[in-house]
């Protein structure tokens, strides 16, 4: 073990509280994207629920639509690897059913090793770090025939907005 720094109670109380002012404030900043985040979200499965969209959604062998719509700079995330994104989460009637946006921070968790919905774990593993698109999960990709009562209906398609903050 090797002592780095000694700092004094009251230096070590200042820095923490320098870092809980910081971390609130970056919360902030990310609520306050949130009225236009869903909103454009809200016109993107509007638009794919009328058909617009036909010839911009790419699609995968298993189904998994997806519209990259910032191509990111960072690495692309690694199975197994611990990855953190901001999202929010639609059906395909407009309702909005979950974002990390309103609360402040992004969601962290190993990609590919089954912790979230397999359209997530596929969909995900598709952008750069840095990067953000748009994931149309068909039901078995997302919460199957049984849904996720009483907020996801069964067989729901699932729209996300979905943005690659962290890829480790």
Not at 143 to 166: M, T
Request: hydrophobic share 40%.
């Amino acid at each position: 073990m090797v002592v780095v720094d000694v700092k004094s109670e009251a230096d070590f109380q200042a820095e923490q509280s320098q870092k809980q002012a910081e971390a609130e404030a970056e919360a902030e900043t990310i609520r306050a994207r949130a009225p236009q985040v869903l909103a454009a979200a809200k016109d993107m499965v509007a638009k794919y629920a009328a058909g617009e969209l036909a010839g911009q959604v790419q699609r995968t062998g298993t189904g998994l639509g997806y519209i990259i719509e910032q191509e990111g700079s960072g690495p692309m995330p690694e199975a197994g690897r611990a990855v953190s994104v901001q999202y929010a989460g639609l059906l395909t009637d407009g309702t909005v059913f979950d974002n990390s946006f309103e609360r402040g921070s992004p969601i962290q968790f190993p990609l590919g090793v089954g912790r979230v919905i397999p359209g997530w774990d596929e969909g995900i593993a598709l952008l750069k770090e840095g990067g953000s698109g748009y994931l149309f999960i068909p039901h078995q990709l997302g919460y199957g025939e049984a849904g996720s009562p009483p907020v996801i209906p069964g067989n729901a398609e699932l729209v996300f907005f979905v943005e690659l903050i962290k890829a480790n």
